[in-house]
């Protein structure tokens, strides 16, 4: 993991070891929160959180609160009270290796291709082609097999990637071999020889894996020249030693012979192919690699990935490839898709993005969606920053809080907002054009940063995991998180994580329920989970309205209607109330307390309290303890002010 550091309840020098190197975390605790809930409409504040203040946060802690099932909506960090809550809202994760695309998720990427290869018939409207796949859904279990028909339809476009290969390997064979034309006529190759043919391969992902240097975007590759270095040898034996015995004259020393230079002249020729395929040449130690895409660096010196669809961009070449040798079919219009990721801050394209998404698909009124609301929301975070590293234990672009910009010719169409902790990649918001809603956004972003998790964990293994942030099975719009096959999730109680496929029959008969006590009776009906007779009481309490000031926040879904928070904080009378299970057992004298610029456990400090301050303190502690984890609660700070 990268360099997690823990804070031993026994050790301050711990504790200071970890603020020096990745910073400290310091919250203040909110208490429990009141909203009205924006999944079921119900007119009460029924919707229940706990809620934390973090002033900041490093990326070890906030990865462990999201493993006890905590969100963050700006600085501000909540966890539903799920025994209390009207709608039950579980931690959702999966892991990116294990991923396997539905038919509905390979088309909505078949569909993005064909729009950038400017294929698409983009005059059909979106709900036509959205009720057609809707109905197609509705009609089929995800559990049956793939028709016939399906199949032949996959088969039929197995035999258009591959002939789109054949064609683009050859476009690149003849460009090259054009290359090496011009070098002989230049002179820059002997011209007496005859020199042999390119021949361009496909570079396997499992071969990318094993590379260096944005490997995740080499597509295709060529030795030529080896070979053409070789031939060299082979017509003039006596040259090398001729260069090693010269110490000036008209001839250049060995290296006007070897792979690398050869390779490095053929680049050179070769630079217009990033316009006419939309490929980027280099040469890398003698070989000619073509990449699908280019790592650039911002001016403020963190780094942006630049990357084309790789299909696209084969597409794209190949069919500049058939151009050239027919003129039956006129030329089409491409669009080339880059994809940015960027620290988070404030862009005023983006924010004006958001606008116009919010209004229009949220239905947002334009005095409700304000600069100060949009980054309170989606730009401020707690998240400490920790830069890159080299030594496999932070990815290239670091851990913290990003936004990833999906740009389509020059247009800012979507941005993902994300954070990047040492375990995963979890996904926060996403707002997009919604004159490009029959791309199905929403739903490309979610595979390509599924994508961006496999193609980082070379850098850094601990990446595993991709957060799709909460699950809640009683909604239906929220449901589709559910499609990301194989998903996981919390267990409310113990925080273990149980697969999807488990849990649901039991989700289907209870909204709240412990899942790792879900368990399956042989050829008989799934036993629901044992709880407790106070929990049962906690799930039908009448919930005492209160007065409380909103403050307005949106889920962390596109599709998903925004709610109101509240931060109400409580004074012990009425806490979070876990189960008997949930109870901590931790020392509320190791919790660290911050006040007026110290940090000192509580077991130092309780003693400048009279009995009546140091009652009501420890009673908030023990709250704070029971919601956080004995762990987190000795290693975060607790700001009293």
């Known amino acids: 993991m990268a360099g997690k550091a823990r804070s031993e309840a026994s050790s301050s020098s711990r504790s200071n070891t970890n603020s020096n190197n990745r910073g400290q975390s310091k919250v203040h605790d909110c208490g429990r929160n009141r ?46 009270e799920m025994e209390r809550t009207c709608c039950p809202s579980y931690t959702i994760r999966l892991k990116a290796d294990n991923y396997i695309p539905s038919k509905e998720q390979l088309r909505v990427t078949r569909r993005i291709q064909r729009f950038l290869d400017g294929t698409m018939d983009c005059k059909k409207p979106l709900k036509v082609e959205e009720n057609q796949n809707a109905a197609k859904g509705a009609c089929c279990n ?49 011209h007496d020889i005859q020199l042999p043919k390119a021949s361009v391969k496909k570079v396997s992902h499992a071969k990318r894996k094993l590379l260096v240097d944005v490997s995740e975007h080499l597509v295709y590759s060529s030795n030529i020249a080896f070979q053409i270095a070789a031939s060299i040898k082979r017509t003039q034996p006596g040259m090398k030693d001729v260069h090693q015995s010269t110490v000036s004259g008209n001839l250049a020393d060995e290296n006007v012979l070897s792979p690398k230079v050869i390779a490095e002249k053929l680049t050179n020729s070769l630079k217009h192919l990033a316009e006419t395929s939309g490929l980027s040449v280099r040469a890398c130690n003698g070989h000619l690699n073509f990449y699908s895409g280019t790592i650039q660096t911002s001016l403020d010196g963190s780094a942006e990935i ?68 949009y980054k309170r929301f989606l730009v401020d975070s707690p ?44 996904s926060k918001y996403l707002f997009w054009d919604p004159d490009f809603a029959f791309l199905s956004l929403g739903k490309y972003s979610a595979i390509q940063e599924i994508n961006w998790v496999k193609e980082n964990q070379i850098h850094c293994p601990s990446l595993q995991y991709y957060y799709l942030g909460y699950y809640i099975h009683s909604c239906n719009k929220m449901r589709y998180k559910a499609a990301y096959r194989p998903s996981e999730l919390l267990c409310p109680l113990r925080y273990q ?23 399956s009776t042989q050829g008989g009906e799934p036993s629901l989970p044992s709880v407790t007779e106070h929990a049962m009481e906690l799930q039908h309490d009448d919930i005492r309205q209160e007065d409380t000031s909103d403050v307005f926040f949106y889920e962390d879904e596109e599709d998903i209607e925004p709610e109101s928070e ?17 109870m901590e057992s931790g020392d509320v004298g190791n919790i660290l307390i911050g006040l007026k610029g110290s940090c000192v456990k509580y077991k130092d400090l309780q003693r400048v309290f009279g009995p009546t301050e140091r009652n009501y303190l420890e009673s908030q502690l023990r709250r704070y303890m029971r919601v956080v984890g004995t762990e987190l609660s000795e290693r975060m700070v607790y700001s009293l002010g």
Do not use: M
Not at 56 to 79: E, I
Not at 566 to 582: I, K, L, V, Y
């Open 383 to 426: 998240l400490i920053f920790v830069p890159p590293t080299s030594d496999g234990t932070v990815p290239p672009f670091g851990f913290g809080s990003f936004h990833q910009q999906y740009v389509i010719d020059g247009q800012l169409v979507a941005v993902g907002v994300v954070d990047i902790l040492p375990r995963c990649l979890s």
């Open 35 to 80: 909203t009205p809930c924006g999944y079921c409409k119900s007119p009460g504040l029924t919707s229940i959180s706990h809620g934390l203040w973090a002033h900041s946060l490093t990326v070890n802690d906030y990865q462990d609160l999201l493993d006890r099932g905590w969100r963050r909506s700006g600085s501000f960090l909540y966890k539903p």
């Open 566 to 582: 509240s931060s109400d904080d409580e004074s012990g009378t009425e806490s979070s109330s876990p189960t008997s299970h949930q």
């Open 142 to 190: 995800a559990d049956q097999e793939v028709s016939s028909s399906a199949v032949k339809k996959n088969s039929s476009y197995n035999n258009e990637e591959k002939n789109g290969e054949e064609k683009i390997i050859k476009y690149l064979s003849e460009e090259i071999n054009g290359a090496v034309s011009l070098c002989t006529k230049s002179g820059e190759f002997p």
């Open 497 to 519: 994580w149980v697969p999807f496929d488990v849990a649901r029959p039991f989700l289907d008969r209870r909204p709240y329920v412990v899942l790792s006590d879900c368990t």
């Open 306 to 373: 630049v990357a084309t669809s790789e299909g696209s961009a084969a597409r794209h070449a190949s069919k500049v490839f058939s151009s050239k040798n027919s003129s039956e079919h006129p030329p089409v219009k491409r669009r080339r898709l880059e994809i940015y990721l960027k620290r988070s801050s404030f862009d005023p394209e983006e924010f004006a993005l958001y606008r116009r998404y919010q209004i229009k698909v949220h239905n947002d009124t334009p005095d409700h969606v304000t600069e100060s609301s």
